[in-house]
């Protein structure tokens, strides 16, 4: 089965050295589970519950994609030594949770500020990780869609449940029920307050007219059932990012639409309100603004991470597309082996020799069988990937958002500086102008601006310095949520695609006796 | 675009019909074919011992509509009228690589050259496959005649295989293929009257409904097939774009593999019905001339019975009648022994393809296992904007592949 890659001429090194899991079973292998590793408890899932169908052990544990300084691959091959100078600061930390397909939270170990600091920019993220005394440990799940009221007036009210152990809030376990204009209130408010310095609040999902049209006219068929799922998991999804989030986490706002049985209607976010149409005028005027401020960027970090952003977006952009199509010709192939195992299945019927008959029966219910596989594959592509993808594409112009706030703080820091120069210009002229009686009232009239202006242009400064600083420590925070969340993803991806294969093995090979068999 | 196959591929190349070439008295095969334009020209190598040949090692060219032209001859012949002539080979069909080809070409613009080189790797692939196959149809037909006990002594047979000159001469003009156009049209409503006779051999009467249901059942499911690895294929088709956008390094990833499962089981699955469905066709052709003989049998005794009445050419009408029915009882003895083995080799047949058609996608499944790791570790390395080094990566995937074993 190798015969297909051929591994580079590496010596056996990378071979020999490396320790299968005792089960043997891990298809992940990594050296990291088999070392006394300094870390506090990776968070193993205590028992592998019932995932018959997966043959892979419970110890998932995600690729060895760290080069750890402290080298936890110290007998794998001289590939680590290869990496390490070049690591950049955004690996993420050791073993993350081994992979449980069933519940879709990931939790921040506590370890970060531990062994694995070297890694990071101390001053930025130990900050941050120190900051909340409690260890972070939320869960909000979103469930239960329900359809509220009648006609064009209809909604769908989801529960959102919260489990908690932090301090901060004052129940372990809160439940109420949201509307989707609430969470888009929620994000509104987070986006006015903290957006312009500097925090990455992650954006909400989509306004969908046609979908929710459709749900509220009450069709009652797969595609508005397709629809709610979507709608609901990436509510949840929004949540959990947001509190994730150390400062979002702690945000009144936040905490009451957690928290409190009602909320206030959140008008605003309806798309023709009053405040819709402000907010398409806004970004209108942001968009010109855009293009017109020239900034002059002292900061090399900002100049590479903005390039950076922009080709993450532009690929994340190209492969959301991809994957959709894939979905798309997944759900067509599993429609066409369907319509194929129904006309294999007459056409055992029809055949006379019985060992014959017999095998293309079991060859139409093979069929079959994968017809579901691809379809069950199919909704994992869409699920798992496409989404998350989505979601990333629209994080990602969140965080291009982010720097376009920063280069307005600048140029409005730029242009208070010079209407004071202006104005230092005009207290000039005064001094030697004619009129001495107007003189002393011009001349303290300006003294007063020109005060009131250094004050600003200080502020100024402050604020560029103050959101250069957030964003810093922002995009360091992003970055690893994002290695994060697209890890566990992957994992769980990869996974149900050997187990896909897996299964395909297992169907053939139960067919194959059956075609010998033909006499 | 010139392209050859050379044995080791035809050995891969799998036949749909099996022990062709048992006899070794007559050997034929096509170990070479060339691919212009439109126009593919096989190399018809036999080996013979047999002495009506002038020599016993040969190759002649060949295109496709000599292979018709000898299908029709056969056909043609009255002496054969009881035989199931094999079908014969379709023409070869490079439109659909050729359009995607096409496509591509246009779409160039819009791709990374990886990712075009990929999908231009994949289209050849697809093109070689149609290729393979077409040449494998043309051989089987061949292997069909020579090892059929009277057609491979037919005189047409010997003259395809050994005349060293272009066979265009011999060729159909277009007055004649649309003569033959009208006979199938005539067959057809033939068909249809000679359907309502009255059978008078259980056999053949079993063998009749049997047939009629069947080939429309292996048409459908034929059908079928193509479509789903039309779709198939597209699946294979993102994920090369997917893993293209993903720059991925030089191994074999994902993306060859479900492209050649895709191809292979082309090969395997959808050609075993295509196959059997024009045999079928065949086999009923063969139902359609006993069936005349038997409507022209029950014609001259009706006449006989006529010139009985009036004492008229009673000499004549009898020995018509007693042609017919020898023509009649020869056919059908012929047929019997025809549709019989006919059904064996079916059976035979689908079950070679069936086994090789699921080992084929086990192999596949287990390669596509690593292969699908294998784009995603990429993925990962993309995605995460790690240096992770090409070497983790395979210890990691072979161990993936050790522990699936």
Redesign the interface.
Known sequence: ??A?????P?GDA??TD?R?IED??????STVTTLESPEPSSPDPPSMPAEGIST?GPKQED???D?DPEDLFAE??E?VS??SP???P???DGPSPAITPVTPTAMLTPRMGLGTAEMFERSLDEIEEDDSGDTFDMHIAVSDPEKVGDGMNAYMGYKVTTKTSMTIFSKNETTVRRRFSDFLGLHSKLASRYLHIGYIVPPAPEKSIVGMTKVKVGKEDLSSAEFVEKRRSALERYLMRTVKHPILLKDPDVMMFLESSELPRAVSTQALSGAGILRMVNKAADAVNKMTIKMNESDAWFEEKHQQFENLDL?LR??HA??E??VC??K??S???A??AK??A??GN????T??SR??SQ?AEVEEKIDQLHQDQAYADFYLFSELLGDYVRLITAVKGVFDHRMKTWSKWQDTQLLLQKKREAESKLQFANKPDKLQQAQDEIKEEIEELEGKVQQGEKDFELISKTIRKEVSRF?KE??KD??VV?IK??ES??QT??Q??KY??A??PE??A?? | MTSTIDDSDKEKALSVSVDLNNDTSLLIDIPDALCERDKVKFTVHTKTTLSSFQKPDFSVPRQHEDFIWLHDALVETEDYAGLIIPPAPPKPDFESPREKMHKLGEGEATMTKEEYTKMKQELEAEYLAVFKKTVQVHEVFLQRLSSHPILSKDRNFQIFLEYDQDLSVRRKNAKETFGSFFKNMVKSADEVIISGIKEVDDFFEQEKT?LL??SS??K??TA??E??T???K??AD??I??SS??NSLS??DNT??EGRVASDQELKLTELLRYYMRDIQAAKDLLYRRARTLADYENSNKALDKARLKSKAVAAAEEQQQQCLQRFNKLSESGKRELTSF?GRR?VA??KN??E???L??KH??????????S??L??Y???????????L????????????
């Open positions: 089965m190798a297909e890659m051929e591994p580079p590496l990378g071979q490396f299968e043997g079973e891990g298809f992940f292998v892979n690729i060895s994609l080069d794998a091959t590939e290869l990496d070049e690591r950049e955004i690996l993420s690929q190209k492969l991809s994957v199509c894939l010709h997944r067509e192939l429609v066409n082996t319509s194929f006309s294999a007459m056409l029809s055949e006379d020799h060992a014959l095998a293309l060859l970055e994002r290695v697209f890890k992957i991806y990869l695609l050997v294969q897996q395909l093995i053939w090979e067919f194959l075609a010998k033909i006499a | 049997f249901d069947y059942k292996i459908d499911s079928r097939a479509k789903m039309r779709s198939h597209n699946v993102d994920y774009h997917i956008t993903l191994v074999d060859k593999v059904k059976v689908f079950r069936l086994i058609m699921a080992e996608e086990i499944a287990k390669v596509g296992q690593t292969g699908d790791s294998l995603f570790y993925f990962l993309f995605i995460l904007g790690q240096k992770f080094t090409y070497a983790k395979t210890v990691s995937l072979n161990s993936l592949e050790n522990s699936r074993k």
